[in-house]
């Protein structure tokens, strides 16, 4: 191979740097554009998720009354479990860049994050990446793991559907993804860590199965837990897509679509979807509400 002569070298980092300070421009003009509608999109985000869970209520024909309030009190029971699984997810997050993060101040922060998503910004990755940050990692390190972390969320919960719908491509696809997203997280923390990120990311998923299927139960549905794996995604993606904060209307809109492809009632996949949503809220604020209590009792003590 012929050796790159320094002048070439000097040439490459000039032509990118020249690269870079012409797409600046456009980079924050477009920044600037999304910033000024997100706003925008919020709104329009809660005014879908509000009629729209009115709408399915009334479509499915199920009054407040009606509402079996002890499985939907299984459900945010169950969301604590949720709650610290996040936690632990982002203490090893840190652990696979070198980085130690306490899983009790984990999963604090990661309650942060998830009642962030209620701000017209995308805040719970800007929480995450800037606690990892603070624990000494650079910008770069935590954005790649959040990332690869992020994106095996995905291919997990894709596998998830994939079997509930039995489909095979769907399922082969996932799995491959999900097994190149491993390899490239084992590279950075090692098989341990990387191991443990997709146990952790199937267990979560697992979570909120279960927590579907006891809204679904709430709402006075006849479903099986195949009918619950088959709206795992929707979450994901609505997440992902980063229209809105935390998907805010669209997992719900995607939840009532797959609902469509099986013949189910899309209104009672919406509710249901709804009603998780506002569960994992519910839990985020306890569970920070405790944290809170913590500290004022533990001020007591030393004052």
């Known amino acids: 191979m012929k050796p790159v002569a320094p002048a070439d070298l000097s040439a490459q980092h000039t032509l990118r740097a020249s690269l870079i300070a012409r797409l600046q421009p456009t980079l924050a003009l477009a920044k600037d554009y999304l910033a000024r509608r997100r ?27 009606a509402i079996a309030w002890h499985w939907l009190l299984a459900s945010v029971f169950l969301g604590f479990a949720g709650v610290v699984l996040n936690g632990l997810e982002l203490s090893l997050c840190a652990m696979a860049i070198g980085k130690r993060f306490p899983p009790i101040e984990a999963t604090r922060l990661s309650s942060v994050g998830i009642l ?13 990446g800037g606690g ?19 994106l095996l969320r995905l291919t997990v919960a894709g596998a998830i559907t994939g079997v509930a719908l039995t489909s095979f491509p769907l399922v082969g696809g996932s799995l491959l993804a999900s097994a190149v997203l491993f ?9 341990r860590v990387a191991t443990g990120l997709l146990v952790l990311r199937v267990a979560m998923l697992g979570v909120v199965t279960v927590r579907l299927l006891l809204c679904f139960w709430a709402l006075g549905a006849v479903a099986d837990f195949y ?15 980063g229209l809105v904060p935390g998907g805010i209307g669209v997992s ?52």
Request: with cysteine; proline share 3%; aromatic share 6%.
């Open 39 to 65: 706003r925008t999109m919020i709104v329009l985000a809660t005014i879908l998720f509000v009629g729209g869970f009115a709408w399915s209520l009334y479509a499915a024909q199920i009054s407040l009354a």
């Open 116 to 128: 962030s998503n209620l701000l017209p910004i995308p805040a719970s990755a800007l929480v995450r």
């Open 132 to 150: 990892l940050v603070a624990r000494g990692a650079s910008v770069v390190e935590s954005g790649r793991i959040l990332l690869y972390v992020g």
């Open 183 to 191: 390899a490239l997280i084992a590279r950075s923390g090692g098989l």
């Open 227 to 241: 009918d619950a794996a088959l709206h795992a995604i929707a979450p994901v993606v609505g997440s992902v897509v």
């Open 252 to 303: 719900e809109t995607i939840g009532a679509g797959l609902a469509m492809i099986v013949s189910q009632s899309p209104a009672v996949a919406f509710a249901a979807l709804a009603l998780n949503r506002l569960g994992g809220y519910l839990c985020s604020f306890l569970t920070l509400a405790l944290f809170e209590a913590a500290d004022l009792v533990r001020k007591g003590r030393t004052a």
